[in-house]
Each structure stands twice: as C-alpha cells, then as structure tokens.
Nanobody, 125 residues
C-alpha cells in the first residue's frame, strides 16, 4: 500500500512558477511510474505528465517546455516544477502511482492504483 500526499499548491500570477511535491509513505516510489493529473472546475481529470521507473518522462503537449517532473529518491518523492504558468493551468493537481503495462499507458488514469488527495493551483491573470 502506498499513501501519497501532494504539497506546494497555491496562488500565483500568470508567468510565475510553482513546485509541487508528491511524497510517499508505505513504500518507495522508485519502482512505480508516478504521474500528475489535474482537474479544473467543470472539466474532466486530465493527464499532465509522468515519470517512469527509468526516469523517462511524458507530458501533455500544452505543458511541454514549461513543466518538468523529477524524482527525489532520497526523499521518496516526485516533484512537478511548473514555470510560465497560465490561467488555463488552474486546477486541482493530483499525483498518482502505478505500474502501467508500458509507456503508452502512462497517460491513462486507469494505469495508476494510488492517488493523493490533490492540491489546488490557481493562476491569476
């Protein structure tokens, strides 16, 4: 069993940066894919990015070049560095851990068994 907890959300102006962290307890994250999803009000949850156990990263097109996912194995956490934030990035951000069948499934919420409670990110214009 893996318990996940997100931190680092908050309010930031457009163009600013935030760093989210996903901390695990119960088991190390090193043997899992870890993904970030987000859900804006009235919208479906969507994939943001993921990192495999070999540190291969995956991103949705709209965040490529702005967001970076990295592992901190010593802390058993995965961070999401978000730069050049836009109002469209406003959402509750969730981290998730799982073992997708392969990299093609890294984008799919159903590939992840463990989820955090989410952290709010609000980007003002």
């Amino acid at each position: 069993q893996v318990q996940l907890e997100e931190s680092g959300g908050g309010l930031v102006q457009a163009g600013g940066s935030l760093r989210l962290s996903c901390a695990a307890s119960g088991r190390t994250l090193s043997t899992y894919y870890v993904a970030w999803f987000r859900q804006a009000p009235g919208k479906e949850r969507e994939f943001v990015g993921a990192i495999s156990w070999t540190d291969t990263t995956y991103y949705r097109d709209s965040v490529k070049g702005r967001f970076t996912i990295s592992r901190n194995n010593a802390e058993s956490s995965v961070d999401l560095q978000m730069n050049s934030l836009k109002p469209a990035d406003t959402a509750v951000y969730y981290c998730a851990a799982g073992v997708p069948y392969n990299g093609a499934y890294a984008y799919t919420a159903g590939s992840y068994d463990y989820w955090g409670q989410g952290t709010q990110v609000t980007v003002s214009s």
